[in-house]
């Protein structure tokens, strides 16, 4: 990128390493290479009260929205 120099504006090199998403904002695979652990047997059972978990929550804080999903990118 060039500039010119009365622009006085900064670029920030963006590296994983520097980069942080909110946890909200990640989808539910994402989520649940996070929490769940998928080498269990009972995996399945996780995931199922996870997904209900994550739902119930993303209602509580976004009450004013409706048909709230499990891939919903709201704050929960």
Do not use: C, G, R
């Amino acid at each position: 990128f060039t500039l010119d120099n009365e622009q006085n504006f900064a670029l920030n090199n963006l590296t994983i390493n520097n980069l942080k998403l909110p946890y909200w904002l990640m989808n539910s695979e994402e989520l649940e290479a996070l929490f769940i652990e998928s080498n269990e047997s009972n995996s399945h059972n996780q995931i199922s009260i996870f997904k209900n978990a994550v739902i119930l929550n993303k209602e509580k804080y976004n009450s004013n929205l409706k048909d709230i999903t499990y891939d919903t990118p709201v704050y929960f």
